[in-house]
C-alpha cells in the first residue's frame, strides 16, 4: 500500500494485479467527482471530503480504468473490500466486466471479494449485471437523514427533549454567539476536539477521527466545506462542518461541543441547520457505525428515511459475524 499522506501531492502510484491505485489527494478532486457528482446520491460516502479526510495513510485509495472509477478500503480489522464500481454517468461500460475485475483483484491479494456501502441504485446495477451475486442489508452503514425544516423547529412530541435541552442551554448562556467557522478558529476547535477526547475511554481508536478532524479543517475552501460555531463568554464551545452534496441535501461531517454545558449539542445542531442550511429540503447526518449511543442519538431526531447499503458478495456471508470490525449496535 502507498505510504503517501492525503496532504500530499499524488507522487505514488500503486500498480497491482490489473489496477493502478493511487491516494486520494486535493488534486484527485476534479477527476473523482466527474465520476460520482453526475449520479447526484444523497449517500455520504461518494463525498469527496468524505474520501479525503478518511483516506489518509493508504487507507482509501482510487483507480481509474475503462470509464470506471473504482474505489478501495484498507481500514484496520476489516479486510480490504471494494465499494461499488462507479461508471461515468451515461457512458456505455461492461458492467459485469467491471464487477469481476474488482473480484479477481480481491482474490488475488488473498482477501473473500466483497462490495461494501452500496448505495441501492448501484446494488440494483450490479445485480442486473451479475444476479449471482448474494446482497446483505448492512444497516451499520445506513445514513440518517432529516427534513430540515424538522430540525430548524424542533416542532412536535417526538422533539419535545430536544427543544427542553436547548431552552435550558439559552436559560443558562442567553448570550450565546454563533459564527461562521473559519481558520482563524482551527486552534480552537482541536483545543475543543482535545477536551472532548480527554473524556472518553476509547482514545485509541479515536485518533484516527482526530486526523480526520484536522483535515477537514485546515482544507475547508479546497473541500467546498462551510461550518459553524457558538462562542460562549467568548471562548469556542462548539463547532460543526457540513457541505451540500445535492441540490437539496447537506451532510454533515464532523458535529463536537464542550459536554460540560447541557444542551450543546442540540444547539449547535439546531444553529447551523438554521445559518447554513436554508435553501435545503434535507439533512444527511451520517451512519451510526455500529455504536449503540450514537444510533439511539441519532434515532432520538426522528429521521424522515435512510440511505440504505448493502454488501454484495460471491458468497452467502450472512452468517460471518463482525464484517465490519466490532459491530455493537443494538
Known amino acids: 500500500m502507498s505510504n503517501v499522506s492525503c496532504l500530499e501531492k499524488e507522487t505514488e502510484v500503486n500498480c497491482k494485479n490489473g489496477f493502478c491505485f493511487r491516494p486520494i489527494t486535493l488534486e484527485s478532486k476534479t477527476l473523482i467527482e466527474s465520476y460520482t457528482k453526475p449520479w447526484k446520491t444523497?449517500?455520504?460516502?461518494?463525498?469527496?471530503?468524505?474520501?479525503?479526510?478518511?483516506?489518509?495513510?493508504?487507507?482509501?485509495?482510487?483507480?481509474?480504468?475503462?470509464?470506471?472509477?473504482?474505489?478501495?478500503?484498507?481500514f484496520e480489522n476489516v479486510p480490504v473490500f471494494?465499494?461499488?464500481?462507479?461508471?461515468?454517468k451515461d457512458m456505455v461500460v461492461d458492467y459485469k466486466k467491471a464487477i469481476y475485475e474488482a473480484v479477481d483483484y480481491m482474490k488475488q491479494i488473498g482477501v473473500e471479494?466483497?462490495?461494501?456501502?452500496?448505495?441501492?441504485?448501484?446494488?440494483?446495477?450490479?445485480?442486473?449485471?451479475?444476479?449471482?451475486?448474494?446482497?446483505?442489508?448492512?444497516?451499520?452503514?445506513?445514513?440518517y437523514v432529516y427534513e430540515r425544516?424538522?430540525?430548524?423547529?424542533?416542532?412536535?412530541?417526538?422533539?419535545?427533549?430536544?427543544?427542553?435541552?436547548i431552552n435550558k442551554f439559552l436559560s443558562q448562556h442567553p448570550d450565546f454567539v454563533y459564527k461562521n467557522l473559519d481558520t482563524e478558529m482551527i486552534p480552537d476547535c482541536i483545543a475543543l476536539y482535545e477536551k472532548w477526547l480527554s473524556e472518553r475511554e476509547d482514545t485509541q481508536d479515536l485518533e484516527d477521527e482526530k486526523k480526520s478532524v484536522l483535515l477537514a479543517l485546515?482544507?475547508?475552501?479546497?473541500?467546498?466545506?462551510?461550518?459553524?460555531?457558538?462562542?460562549v463568554d467568548g471562548q469556542l464551545k462548539a463547532f460543526t462542518v457540513g457541505e451540500r452534496i445535492r441540490e437539496d441535501v447537506q451532510l454533515i461531517h464532523i458535529e463536537k461541543a464542550d459536554?460540560?454545558?447541557?444542551?450543546?449539542?442540540?444547539?449547535?445542531?439546531?444553529?447551523?441547520?438554521?445559518?447554513?442550511?436554508?435553501?435545503?429540503?434535507?439533512?444527511?447526518?451520517?451512519?451510526?457505525?455500529?455504536?449503540?449511543?450514537?444510533?439511539?442519538?441519532?434515532?432520538?431526531?426522528?429521521?424522515?428515511?435512510?440511505?440504505e447499503k448493502y454488501l454484495l458478495s460471491l458468497k452467502d456471508l450472512s452468517n460471518v459475524k463482525d464484517l465490519w470490525g466490532q459491530e455493537t449496535a443494538e
Open 42 to 74: 444523497d449517500c455520504s460516502d461518494l463525498s469527496f471530503a468524505n474520501l479525503f479526510i478518511w483516506g489518509t495513510e493508504g487507507k482509501i485509495e482510487y483507480a481509474e480504468k475503462n470509464n470506471v472509477l473504482y474505489i478501495k478500503l484498507d
Open 82 to 88: 471494494f465499494w461499488a464500481p462507479i461508471p461515468k
Open 113 to 143: 471479494p466483497t462490495f461494501r456501502s452500496v448505495w441501492t441504485e448501484f446494488k440494483d446495477m450490479m445485480k442486473a449485471a451479475c444476479p449471482e451475486l448474494y446482497v446483505m442489508e448492512t444497516d451499520i452503514a445506513w445514513d
Open 149 to 165: 425544516e424538522s430540525l430548524a423547529t424542533l416542532k412536535g412530541k417526538k422533539l419535545h427533549g430536544k427543544r427542553n435541552h
Open 218 to 231: 485546515q482544507n475547508m475552501d479546497a473541500l467546498s466545506l462551510t461550518g459553524g460555531s457558538i462562542f
Open 259 to 307: 459536554t460540560d454545558m447541557d444542551g450543546l449539542y442540540p444547539m449547535i445542531n439546531q444553529q447551523y441547520v438554521l445559518h447554513a442550511c436554508q435553501d435545503v429540503t434535507y439533512i444527511n447526518r451520517e451512519e451510526d457505525m455500529g455504536h449503540a449511543g450514537m444510533r439511539k442519538a441519532k434515532r432520538s431526531y426522528n429521521p424522515i428515511y435512510m440511505v
